[in-house]
């Protein structure tokens, strides 16, 4: 079945370091792939999207690129801030399965000042 | 303004009691859902709603029955609580289920069984 692998965390950087949160998917046909962020005591919101292959989503200096080959979706962040402190879920929606968003267990990141 | 919002915030209650969480989108959306995320943050789908008709139905106890007054409002009502219930709730909306539409999720209802 469809189903999304996000790397664990926690992950600790220190502020201006690079981020990279592995996702990876397993899906048949060609599935949406979605980042979603949760701040401390609120819900979820849409940090990117990708809707087909070799499409990037950004937002906020966050990327990720929807890679068909190797069914991965990671995102990135070339310097971190203090703010970005979270949890990242990674997420996929398959066209058979309107509107069921698949989620990967999330991964905790905190930034230190 | 909220754009999805849900009562109550917190909610506290015994084994065997029925409660209701109320959600209500501003968005003129018209699919609504119900997530539950556990203690470990993993988020699952139970139910979503399509102009107050039922689309999605996972495998959830049959304790749980959500209902849709109108487009705006999706309520989700447990009877008999357990203490495997106590979870986070968490209710969204997209202007339809469309592969390419955001779902905006509600702040949370952390329940607790007890």
């Known amino acids: 079945g469809d189903s999304v692998t996000q790397m664990e965390g926690p992950v600790t950087l220190s502020e201006e370091a690079c981020l990279t949160i592995?996702?990876?998917?397993?899906?048949?046909?060609?599935?949406?792939l979605f980042w979603y962020v949760q701040y401390p005591g609120e819900g979820l919101q849409l940090l990117l999207k990708?809707?087909?292959?070799?499409d990037k989503g950004s937002n906020k200096g966050f990327e990720a690129t929807y890679r068909k080959e190797t069914t991965s979706f990671h995102l990135e962040k070339g310097s971190v801030q203090v703010s970005d402190s979270a949890v990242y879920f990674c997420?996929?929606?398959?066209?058979?399965?309107?509107?069921?968003?698949?989620f990967g267990r999330g991964t905790q990141l905190t930034v230190w000042p | 303004d909220t754009a999805v919002s849900q009562t109550p915030k917190y909610l506290v209650t015994q084994m065997g009691n029925d409660k209701s969480i109320k959600c209500e989108q501003n968005?003129?959306?018209?699919?609504m859902y119900w997530y539950k995320q556990d203690s470990k943050k993993f988020l699952k789908i139970m139910f979503s709603?399509?102009?107050?008709?039922?689309?999605i139905n996972e495998t959830v106890p049959n304790r749980f029955s959500p209902k849709s007054p109108d487009k705006a409002h999706l309520n989700l009502h447990i009877n008999s609580l357990e203490l495997g219930d106590s979870a986070v709730y968490f209710c969204?909306?997209?202007?339809?289920?469309?592969?390419?539409?955001?779902?905006?999720f509600g702040p949370g209802t952390r329940l607790t069984v007890l």
């Open positions: 997420a996929l929606m398959r066209g058979s399965t309107l509107g069921r968003l698949y």
């Open positions: 968005l003129g959306h018209d699919t």
């Open positions: 592995n996702c990876t998917y397993t899906a048949t046909g060609y599935p949406s």
């Open positions: 990708a809707t087909k292959a070799d």
């Open positions: 709603y399509n102009n107050k008709e039922l689309i």
């Open positions: 969204a909306s997209s202007q339809s289920g469309r592969l390419t539409d955001t779902q905006y």
